[in-house]
């Protein structure tokens, strides 16, 4: 199995345009620290001015507020709506651009069974998803934190604001990179059912965006009746939910409790039920895969 | 007779296309099976159901004694095959490829040994070329190395000579003439055409339509005793008098005035022609076929050309 996966992972990594997700990842975090670094006071200002009518802000927390940590946030949130596209490059190929190119019954006529071809191809998109946020880690969280500097992270919500105390944010950045491990595979497992369907790669790339986009849009939407039938169910609900990570309780005076999270269940919870749609997801694509005749 | 592929009543529909009907053939070992039939005969559906590419709608398939679909796995690791036409990673090399393929059968043999099966099929000098800059020959003669890594017992080749250059061809007829004769191989190979699986096959399966139309060893279908002339001459009287009389003649069939075919030995011809002669009957050409190409070309031509139906 581990030499399969390491064939996987040398044919992902060899192929040029593998590297495209890496450079535009790259070239969206410069351009955020570049236009941040030259004029971050005045995103810093517009970002407090919806609260400023219930808070008063001294310029020294103003100047604080822009530090790694923050713009790291500011990073993840911006792009953690874009990774699907590149996951879906890597995973939706995975079967269907392999038969498209023929090399499906290079593969297949081997002594190797359809299951474990879809489980080593699942753990090298896994693998990919890895890699592409250990990157994103590194340019928007080392990266920030090595032109900006450490302070304590402040987050927006709609809520108030959260404060975490400076040593206190870099595992809360662990975690929450972890948990977009979890959420972007799962998107990388529904990227590889529909690779399974399809003969082309550009129809499983355009249905799992599809799928993301049109998900993500009932997610955001404000209708009551929605909000208890169809969101919770609903994968994309629970890919945000590495945000609670950066939610704090606080004690009755207000301050805030070094390494608390506000609602660990409901974290632990949308873990799970990503995990659940990652098992649907991989169990369908077998089922399929060992029932599909390789006409390519 | 010891078989070593087994299929009995093979069949696979598309919807309401039925691609291939309860096909049964068995293969020997050590020999080199034609697969024989025009393009959409059904030789890539029933080779990729060997392969397992495909599932049979109905029917059984046994390799080495073992059920396929049970012992797929077990099967594969003693079977190579390149199926339609090789593709390969063009980003890798062929070695890499050659890898690759040894990897995926479970095995890892050193770069000796690779470089070995390359040189085996002629391409050792290209060894580190990506695969995207290969000739078609090239890319069907690493197939054929990739088909052949693992050293299996079984070798199936989906019309190995397409594409290729008449070169190509004879280095690829003289490749499987190896495998047979000096590493005992047993062969499946499939063609359109019928004068590339006579040289090489001992056996042959005539499909058509995704029906056996034919089946036997080449020394029993190539027999001279089963020779069809095509003769070009008069229809009259004196020419029927002569071909009624002649008790070599098995069988006569008329095409037109001009065209009679005759089944007969092949070394009575000058016989034939003799007595023609003497009856004074004009013959402006005689041409020679044996049984198998005159019902191979009959078949193709109820396809492509208004022609009379030979079944």
Not at chain 2, 86 to 99: C, I, T, V, W
Not at chain 2, 139 to 157: E, F, M, N, W, Y
Request: a neutral charge; hydrophobic letters at 50%.
């Amino acid at each position: 199995m581990l030499a399969l996966l390491w064939i996987e992972l040398n044919k992902i990594f060899r192929r040029p345009r593998t590297y495209i997700a890496f450079g535009a990842m790259a070239a969206i975090v410069w351009l955020i620290q570049l236009a941040l670094y030259f004029d971050g006071q005045a995103y810093v200002d517009l970002l407090l001015s919806n609260l400023s009518g219930s808070f008063e802000f001294s310029d020294l927390f103003k100047t604080q507020l822009l530090n790694g940590y923050l713009i790291c946030f500011v990073i993840l949130n911006t792009l953690l709506i874009q990774m699907p596209l590149l996951v879906a490059l890597v995973a939706g190929d995975a079967i269907a651009g392999e038969a498209s190119q023929g090399t499906l019954r290079f593969q297949l006529t081997r002594p190797i069974s359809r299951t474990q071809l879809i489980l080593v191809k699942f753990l090298a998109s896994s693998v990919y998803v890895i890699a592409l946020l250990l990157w994103l880690a590194l340019l928007a969280l080392l990266g920030s934190v090595l032109l900006f500097g450490t302070n304590d992270l402040v987050v927006l919500r709609s809520t108030g604001i959260e404060q975490m105390q400076m040593d206190d944010v870099f595992w809360r950045y662990l975690a929450a990179f972890g948990f977009a491990a979890v959420a972007l595979t799962t998107v990388a497992a529904l990227s590889l059912l529909l690779s399974v369907l399809a003969d082309n790669p550009i129809g499983p790339i355009i249905a799992t965006m599809s799928v993301v986009i049109v998900f993500t849009i009932l997610s955001e939407m404000n209708i009551p009746i929605y909000d208890t039938t169809v969101k919770p169910w609903l994968f994309t609900t629970h890919m945000v939910a590495w945000k609670g990570f950066f939610y704090v309780q606080a004690d009755a005076e207000g301050t805030t409790i070094r390494g608390s999270i506000e609602n660990l269940p409901a974290v632990f919870r949308s873990l799970v039920i990503l995990l659940g749609y990652i098992a649907f997801f991989l169990g369908i694509s077998i089922y399929l895969f060992k029932r599909k005749d390789i006409l390519t | 007779m010891d078989p070593l592929v087994r299929v009995s009543h093979l069949s696979k529909h598309f919807g309401s296309f039925e691609a291939v009907r309860d096909l049964s053939f068995v293969v020997e070992r050590g020999q080199v099976y034609g697969f024989l039939g025009q393009n959409g005969a059904g030789k890539s559906t029933t080779l990729r159901m060997l392969m397992t590419l495909i599932r049979p709608s109905s029917g059984h398939i046994e390799v080495f004694g073992l059920d396929l679909n049970r012992h797929r796995t077990e099967i594969l690791r003693q079977v190579g095959a390149v199926i339609e036409k090789p593709d390969h990673y063009g980003y890798l090399s062929a070695l890499e490829n050659l890898r690759m393929a040894a990897v995926l059968c479970g095995i890892h043999p050193t770069r000796d040994k690779l470089m070995q099966q390359l040189e085996f099929v002629g391409l050792a000098d290209r060894a580190k070329s990506p695969v995207r800059t290969f000739s078609q020959g090239m890319k069907q003669r690493l197939g054929i190395a990739t088909a052949l890594v693992h050293d299996p017992s079984l070798i199936i080749l989906d019309e190995p000579t397409n594409g290729l250059d008449p070169q190509g061809i004879a280095d690829i007829r003289e490749l499987i003439r190896q495998l047979s004769r000096e590493q005992g191989k047993t062969l499946i190979v499939s063609s359109h055409l019928l004068s590339e699986i006579e040289l090489i096959a001992d056996s042959l399966l005539i499909l058509h339509r995704g029906e056996k139309r034919m089946e036997g060893k080449m020394s029993d279908l190539l027999n001279p005793a089963e020779t069809v002339v095509e003769l070009e001459l008069e229809h009259s009287s004196p020419t029927d008098a002569v071909l009624n009389a002649s008790d070599f003649i098995q069988s006569i069939d008329w095409r037109g005035d001009q065209q009679c075919c005759v089944r007969m030995a092949k070394n009575r011809i000058p016989d034939l022609i003799r007595s023609l002669a003497d009856a004074g009957v004009s013959v402006y050409s005689v041409r020679a076929r044996h049984s198998l190409e005159y019902y191979f070309l009959q078949l193709t031509q109820t396809e492509t050309h208004v022609g009379p139906a030979v079944d």
